[in-house]
């Protein structure tokens, strides 16, 4: 079992309440917990032991996404 198959949506959000993460990524410009792709994965964008990446800046550059912390490309 990879890391990918254990760190499912359903464990993250045993922990996290979504609709608080939702509420909390409310940007100007977007939520991207809120977003045109529906739910997904949490692991996506967020790992926990290498730098987290945010999967909307494929296509999308937000001012909020400058704004991250060191733990994100």
Partial sequence: LNRREFVTREFCLSCHD???????TNFEESNPH?????????NLCHNMH???????????QFE?????????K
């Avoid at 979504?18 to 909390?24: L, M, P, R």
């Fill in 18 to 24: 979504f609709e608080k993460v939702k509420s909390a």
């Fill in 34 to 42: 809120d977003n045109h792709n529906g739910d997904q994965e949490c």
């Fill in 50 to 60: 290498r730098e987290s990446q945010v999967m909307c800046a494929q296509c999308h």
């Fill in 64 to 72: 909020w996404m400058d704004d991250l912390g060191k733990g994100w």
